[in-house]
């Protein structure tokens, strides 16, 4: 790669998309000893048409995350899944960026907008547990009603928009070289993960490491107990600052009490049914785009529209 190390900017990025295996490959990624990934792994910094979601307001502040490159760091990246589905993102990285990496993970539009539902309604910026409903807002959602109350971007909960990823990946393609862009399908990465791990370490550049080990990652969940997870993912600022005080006094600053709270009060949840009538309008909805993503790809991805929810 290019960037001197020591300039701790990255030069990777995970823009997409999100509930496609991003997560476990983060994490595989995090263990290399030759790569970093930003803390936290989703800044958000190059959506700008998303509001209150940014880890850093200046260049400054987000090269500040990435404080762990060092000498022997090859490749450094920043995973946040929006940037494709963001409007903005994308040509901002190119700015910042022209000869960056680009890393996508694609999956079945109806598995992916099920599955997202899912991982908002447990982050509380998802009010309505029943998918169909959810999915029936959108016009709703659109004039700026029946938005759930904790909700910060509601731009992130118009499940239909997020998962339509040929046309996100045309917008990709006409930004960056082809060259520069690494695609993983979701099929492919649970099919082998070895083999699709080594792919991207050999686009990013790095040595291999000789991994071995997959643990599955990030399975679908739900909250054991809605109230508290209200004060866990959202701790009030008098709560967030006493936290930090007894874990100060008591010499813990680096222990995640709140994330150990929020695991303790998650548990594992059953994938989502829909009804086929819903199936069927979403296989419609998508049929399109899915048909554009296998042009721009050069796969064929049709069967995405006959298979059940994974």
């Not at 099920?114 to 029943?130: C, F, N």
């Not at 991994?211 to 399975?219: G, I, K, L, S, Y």
């Not at 594992?268 to 049929?287: G, H, T, Y």
Request: hydrophobic fraction near 40%; charged fraction near 25%; include cysteine.
């Amino acid at each position: 790669m290019n960037h001197p190390r020591a300039s701790r900017r990255p030069n990777f990025f995970l823009v997409g998309a999100p509930k496609s295996g991003t997560t476990a490959l983060v994490r595989y990624l995090k263990e290399h000893p030759r790569i970093v990934v930003s803390n936290p792994k989703e800044t958000f910094y190059f959506c700008d048409d998303f509001q209150g979601l940014a880890a850093a307001s200046s260049e400054a502040e987000y090269l500040d995350l990435f404080s762990d490159i060092d000498a022997e760091t090859l490749a450094a990246g920043d995973a946040t899944t929006v940037y494709m589905y963001s409007q903005t993102a994308l040509q901002r990285i190119h700015d910042f960026d022209p000869n960056a990496r680009i890393l996508v993970m694609l999956r079945r539009p109806i598995d992916l907008a099920i599955s997202y539902h899912a991982e908002h309604l447990y982050g509380l910026s998802e009010d309505e547990p029943d998918f169909e409903k959810a999915w029936r807002r959108y016009d709703a959602r659109l004039r700026g009603e029946q938005l759930p109350p904790m909700v910060i971007e509601p731009k992130l909960i118009q499940y239909r928009d997020v998962a339509m990823l040929g046309a996100q990946m045309q917008r990709l393609f006409g930004i960056f070289d082809r060259e520069q862009v690494h695609v993983v399908l979701f099929d492919d990465f649970v099919a082998d993960t070895a083999a699709e791990y080594e792919g991207v370490l050999r686009f990013l550049g790095v040595p291999s490491d000789g991994r071995r080990d997959f643990p599955v990652v990030n399975e679908r969940k739900e909250n054991r107990f809605p109230v508290l997870a209200r004060l866990l993912h959202r701790p009030p600022p008098l709560l967030s600052r006493a936290v930090a005080r007894a874990k100060k006094a008591l010499g813990m600053e680096h222990a995640g009490v709140l994330d150990f709270a929020r695991r303790f009060n998650t548990a594992p949840v059953q994938k989502a049914q829909i009804s086929e009538d819903l199936r069927r309008e979403m296989r419609a909805c998508f049929e399109p785009d899915v048909a554009l993503l296998s042009s721009l790809i050069g796969r064929d991805l049709t069967h995405w529209l006959d298979e059940s929810v994974s």
